[in-house]
């Protein structure tokens, strides 16, 4: 089992949707949670961090679920400019995991 | 403001031909420094990390090594490259302090896409 699983998708929305997704992990010793958005050919940036209460940047909100081990990233009111890979980070003792990320392609 | 440069931005190479490639941090000082690379529909693989001079762990065992003789330059190396070490490779560095995975952002450079024939 990967440590960190993604849908690689491609999720195709129209302008204006809500899209959704998830990411599990398998470590329950992880201490840090992000998302990473990827442009094509171009180098990963921070989206945003992942705090165990959830938390809001415009239109993103991230949620944490310890428990069953899960990540989420919802996009609200999508825009063409979303359009990239969307990777979810996981943090263990001495090193970042990265999943293979999720596509989204947001069309007029 | 603190940038991170990578060259080459695209390489192509030989298999069994040496590679090196190099990484330099401005604006900062005693950064922690990694080597990444992604492989076409791959997640990033970390490759070495660096928290000072002269100091690199490993991560996984392969042909590739790294070092950094100076506090904001790392450089990634092979003596000779298989077909296998293709793929995009990414520098990146986040505040000195901590354990790689700790809270900080690690901040990416522009990469090196490889191509071994």
């Known amino acids: 089992r990967k440590e960190v699983e993604q849908d690689p998708g491609p999720f195709n929305v129209p302008e204006g949707a809500t899209v959704a997704f998830n990411c599990t992990y398998s470590?329950?010793?992880?201490?840090?949670f992000f998302w990473y958005r990827q442009d094509c050919r171009k180098e990963p940036k921070l989206l945003m961090s992942?705090?165990?209460s959830g938390n809001e940047d415009g239109r993103f909100t991230a949620q944490l679920n310890r428990a069953s081990q899960y990540i989420s990233l919802l996009i609200r009111d999508s825009k063409l400019s979303d359009s990239a890979t969307y990777l979810c980070?996981?943090?263990?003792?001495?090193?970042?995991?990265f999943g293979t990320g999720t596509r989204l392609q947001v069309f007029p | 403001s603190q940038t991170i440069h990578q060259w080459p931005a695209t390489l192509v190479q030989p298999v069994g031909s040496p590679l090196s490639l190099e990484c330099t941090v401005e604006?900062?000082?005693?950064?922690?420094l990694y080597w990444y690379r992604q492989a076409a529909g791959r997640g990033l693989q970390l490759l070495f990390y660096?928290?000072?001079?002269?100091?690199i762990s490993s991560e996984v065992p392969q042909n590739l090594s790294a070092s950094r003789p100076q506090d904001r330059q790392f450089i990634l190396s092979s003596k000779k490259l298989l077909l296998s070490d293709s793929g995009f490779y990414l520098c990146?560095?986040?505040?000195?302090?901590?354990?790689?995975?700790?809270?900080?952002?690690?901040?990416f450079g522009p990469g090196t896409r490889l191509t071994v024939l």
């Open positions: 992942v705090y165990s």
């Open positions: 604006g900062t000082s005693n950064p922690n």
């Open positions: 990146a560095w986040k505040e000195y302090g901590g354990a790689p995975s700790s809270y900080n952002e690690q901040f």
């Open positions: 660096s928290v000072g001079i002269g100091q």
């Open positions: 470590n329950s010793a992880s201490q840090s």
């Open positions: 980070v996981v943090t263990n003792t001495d090193k970042l995991i």
